[in-house]
């Protein structure tokens, strides 16, 4: 944590040093380092995601799977909820 302003404002370092280097984390996103060491605050380390992205990449049965394979499975589950949401809609 590093404290950005009085009183007692604190932030996680991690955001901290993302919006230092490339403005405010955009709503349903989240800073998370990519070698999963949260501690490793190192900008090129340090990538955006959504929650949902998080979790595939952080699955301990896809542990191990190459980035390609990784962002293939994520955008295959976005393409399943999108034609379930559709769907949903024509009813």
Known sequence: ???????DVWKPLHIHTW???N??????MQ???KDGNP?????ENLTLSTLAEIHLRTNFNYRGLPDEVLDI????NEIKKTIKRKRRNEK
Not at 73 to 76: F, G, K, S, V
């Open 39 to 43: 501690r490793n605050v190192a900008l």
């Open 31 to 33: 800073v998370w380092a």
């Open 23 to 28: 403005g405010p984390v955009p709503e349903g």
């Open 19 to 21: 919006e230092e280097a």
């Open 1 to 7: 944590m590093v404290k950005v302003a009085q009183p």
């Open 73 to 76: 499975l994520h955008l295959q």
